[in-house]
């Protein structure tokens, strides 16, 4: 699918259809990702929980799949993608992983100068763990926009396998 130059919500709905593929768990949250190079508006990568092998959430699936594709480790990123990304996640990206994998807000932070805004869906529940993903987002320069308007769609589909109460 390719959505119109600033149609941010298209892409956050691409993503929804990319966290319908994430096996449902009663540990986890249901995420889809798009990495855009917003100055082409073309996607350069797209993941979602648990797409690849481990305990991987979707903007850590983008970028394993894009350090591939590059011939790179994930921690150069930087070296070999444009200076114009935006993010577009269901969620907010997580600040503590209980897994011990690198939080994805870490992550996104390797690529500050490069992802420019991040734009979500819904910010992360405190179910797990208590996020300050938005904070240390903005305060290393990168802005976050929360595209409203799904939340509910998207919050069925994340807690999808989990115990309802």
Do not use: W
Not at 30 to 45: F, M, P, Q, T, W
Not at 54 to 82: D, I, W, Y
């Amino acid at each position: 699918m390719k959505s119109e130059p600033g149609d941010h919500k298209a892409l956050i709905l691409e993503a929804l259809e990319l966290a319908r593929k994430s096996p449902p768990k009663p540990t986890n949250f249901r995420v889809g990702a798009i990495l855009l190079d917003s100055s082409s508006n073309e996607i350069l990568a797209t993941g979602y929980t648990l797409e690849l092998p481990g305990n991987t959430h979707a903007e850590q699936c983008c970028f394993m799949k894009l350090a591939e594709k590059h011939g790179v480790a994930e921690e150069r990123l930087s070296e070999v993608l444009p200076s114009s990304l935006a993010l577009y996640t269901t969620m907010e990206p997580c600040s503590e992983r209980l897994s011990g994998n690198l939080p994805c807000v870490e992550r996104v932070l390797r690529l500050a100068g490069r992802i420019r805004t991040v734009y979500v869906g819904v910010t992360e529940p405190e179910k797990f763990v208590s996020n300050t993903g938005r904070k240390t987002l903005q305060d290393a320069g990168i802005d976050v926009v929360h595209i409203h308007g799904l939340e509910k769609e998207i919050m069925e589909v994340a807690t999808a396998g989990h115990a309802k109460g």
